[in-house]
């Protein structure tokens, strides 16, 4: 790091000090930890992990400038054009940049084994109620065989992927389609995630 940013090595160290003490106050259990003399490795909860990576890369590139570098923008359009997706064809190109980021992170995080744990059966309801884009399920599938061990944990995957693009892209649904996945998470009377969100 400190020969890519042309910091010097006891600056880096300094700066790495200040995310141990940031991640320590956000309090979301996720430790910086040293692995050897060049890499550092996050560990802790694999959707915060996967949902603080995307956010880091949008804010530092301001939605338009391709920040992976383990990456290319060109995997990621290639993935784009097996899916095929007419969400996405129909997105803003700021909103088509989120989706993509989007996908690296997610696709980084799986091809490095790293797995979304055990989701709770309330969160697994509202991710089915949300998951309903043959597009994420493509994408999962073109990963599946090489990235996923079982059906659950395809379904998992499934889910989180749903709700990042749905979250941080909101206009991948148009409005009439918010309107009725809206009526019916609330009609999921017995979920408590859902309760709480009639609430607000």
């Not at 042309?6 to 880096?12: A, C, D, F, L, N």
């Not at 969160?123 to 659950?152: F, H, M, P, Q």
């Not at 499934?158 to 996945?181: G, P």
């Not at 999921?188 to 607000?200: G, P, R, V, W």
Request: with cysteine; aromatic share 12%; hydrophobic share 35%.
């Amino acid at each position: 790091m400190a020969n890519d940013l042309s910091y010097s090595e006891s600056y880096t160290y300094k700066l790495f000090g200040k995310l141990k003490q940031f991640f320590k106050h956000m309090n979301y259990g996720i430790q910086l930890k040293k692995e050897n003399a060049f890499f550092f490795k996050l560990n802790g909860n694999e959707s915060t992990i996967r949902i603080l990576h995307y956010l880091a890369v949008s804010v530092a590139s301001k939605g338009n400038q391709w920040l992976f570098t383990s990456i290319t923008q060109n995997e990621i359009m290639n993935t784009q054009f097996y899916i095929d997706s007419h969400r996405y064809k129909r997105l803003s190109p700021v909103g088509k940049n989120r989706v993509n980021s989007i996908l690296a992170v997610y696709e980084l995080a799986l091809k490095n084994k790293y797995k979304i744990t055990d989701l709770n059966t309330e969160a697994s309801e509202l991710g089915n109620a949300i998951n309903r884009e043959i597009e994420i399920n493509l994408y999962l599938k073109y990963l599946k065989e090489e990235v996923v061990d079982n059906d659950t944990q395809l379904q998992e995957e499934l889910i989180h992927l749903a709700f990042l693009i749905n979250y941080f892209s909101q206009e991948v649904r148009t409005d009439a389609e918010k309107e009725i996945l809206g009526k019916h998470i609330l009609s999921l009377t017995n979920n408590s995630i859902a309760k709480n969100c009639d609430n607000i």
